[in-house]
């Protein structure tokens, strides 16, 4: 059975920073490139960044770029997002996504 877990989320004051982790089991981690999504109240799942199978390649959303940190570890099977200089519009369930494969979702607020 696969499963995506993440981890890392949490209340955090503007320009703090959190890492939130994606841990996989039950999957051959290093096939599927990894994206990580978000979903704030109100509005659409969007696509904060991705990485490559083997992390040689890594995309942002113009919203992050220079913020935020997608890598990942396929010894550990685990992905990571690290997010710098927080904001309240940071504020969302953040999702890891791997081919058809979902997390449950780790809650990210960001107070002002």
């Known amino acids: 059975q696969v499963q995506l877990v993440e981890s890392g989320g949490g209340l955090v004051q503007t320009g703090g920073s959190l890492r939130l982790s994606c841990a996989a089991s039950?999957?051959?981690?290093?096939?599927?490139?990894m994206n990580w999504y978000r979903q704030a109240p109100g509005k659409a799942r969007e696509l904060v960044a991705n990485?490559?199978?083997?992390?040689?390649?890594?995309n942002y959303a113009d919203s992050v770029k220079g913020r935020f940190t997608v890598s990942r570890d396929n010894g550990k099977k685990t992905g990571y997002l690290q997010m710098n200089s927080l904001k309240p519009e940071d504020t969302a369930v953040y999702y890891c996504?791997?081919?058809?494969?979902w997390g449950q979702g780790t809650q990210v607020t960001v107070s002002s």
């Open positions: 039950g999957f051959t981690f290093s096939t599927a490139a």
């Open positions: 996504n791997l081919a058809t494969y």
């Open positions: 990485i490559s199978r083997f992390g040689g390649s890594t």
